[in-house]
């Protein structure tokens, strides 16, 4: 007879599978959330610490205060007749980012608002997520937010860093050999 792990054992590589699949993209399960006014999926898949930081609500902390946002967030949204497009989106490492274009309704006029969300797994149980854009399209006003990352010295590495110190140096020549022929 072949041997099986014992049931328990079964459903908990089910269980840390599904969660696999389900964490490989946080940002469209934020998305979702969103836009179907329905956290329950993030409080199942991450049962632990959740934070949003967000240019208009500020920082949300926890389950309860996610709920409330996100069924803000749907109103506003629905109010405003927001339609998202998907522009590009990548994961990397525990992290995950997504380019949207929204267009949302400002006096009348459909307008094109660019937003970006960036998920990050802090640990298996645990997310946070960071949204950026400009109030500009939506409200006419430019709000100052403070920075919620610590500041710090950055290690750049690569492309990156001949592009940074050509910059810094006033280097054109070599910015533009940073970029792709057709970049």
């Known amino acids: 007879m072949p041997w099986f792990p014992e049931f328990s054992t079964a459903i908990e590589l089910a ?4 969660r696999a699949r389900e964490q490989a993209d946080p940002v469209a399960q934020y998305l979702k959330a969103m836009y179907d006014d329905a956290p329950g999926a993030l409080e199942k898949t991450w049962p632990g610490d959740v934070v949003v930081h967000d240019p208009r609500a500020g920082e949300i902390r926890g389950h309860r205060d996610l709920r409330a946002f996100i069924h803000s967030n749907r109103e ?12 590009g989106s ?5 992290r995950a980012a997504v380019e949207l274009l929204v267009h949302v309704l400002h006096e009348g006029d459909e307008v094109a608002w660019p937003v970006a969300v960036v998920a990050e797994s802090l640990d298996e149980r645990s997310v946070e997520f960071r949204t950026y854009c400009s109030q500009w399209p939506v409200d ?39 970029f792709q022929p057709d970049g």
Do not use: C
């Open 15 to 18: 269980r840390r599978d599904a």
């Open 76 to 87: 506003w949204m629905a109010a405003h007749h927001a339609r998202l497009k998907v522009v």
């Open 90 to 94: 990548i994961t990397v490492d525990g």
């Open 140 to 178: 006419g006003l430019r709000h100052l937010r403070p920075a919620f990352l610590d500041a710090g010295a950055v290690q750049t590495t690569d492309v990156v860093a001949r592009h940074l110190d050509a910059l810094a140096g006033g280097d054109v020549e070599s910015i533009v050999k940073t």
